[in-house]
Nanobody, 112 residues
Framework: QVKLVESGGGLVQAGGSLRLSCAAS????????MGWFRQAPGKEREFVATLGWSGGNLDYADSVKGRFTVSRDNAKSTMYLQMNSLKPEDTAVYYC?????RGQGTQVTVSS
């Protein structure tokens, strides 16, 4: 059974940084393309970033390019999202995704 557990969210001031983690189990992690999505209250789920099984094939939403960096450690079955220069509009629940499976999410709140 696939299990994805996000962590690392919190409250931060605008301009600050957070590092999210997504720990995976029950799946051959190193074979999966992984992604991050987010959903703000009253808004549709939004793509944030994705990377391929080897750490290549990176893609980012225009809204986070240059500020967010996605990475993975296949030996630890963990994916990361380093978020810098955070803005209030980054406030959302952040989810990791593996082939349509999602975790419970982690809340990120950026105060102005």
């Amino acid at each position: 059974q696939v299990k994805l557990v996000e962590s690392g969210g919190g409250l931060v001031q605008a301009g600050g940084s957070l590092r999210l983690s997504c720990a995976a189990s029950g799946m051959p992690f190193s074979m999966y393309t992984m992604g991050w999505f987010r959903q703000a209250p009253g808004k549709e789920r939004e793509f944030v970033a994705t990377l391929g099984w080897s750490g290549g094939n990176l893609d980012y939403a225009d809204s986070v390019k240059g500020r967010f960096t996605v990475s993975r450690d296949n030996a630890k079955s963990t994916m990361y999202l380093q978020m810098n220069s955070l803005k209030p509009e980054d406030t959302a629940v952040y989810y990791c995704d593996a082939a349509g499976q999602r975790g419970q999410g982690t809340q990120v709140t950026v105060s102005s």
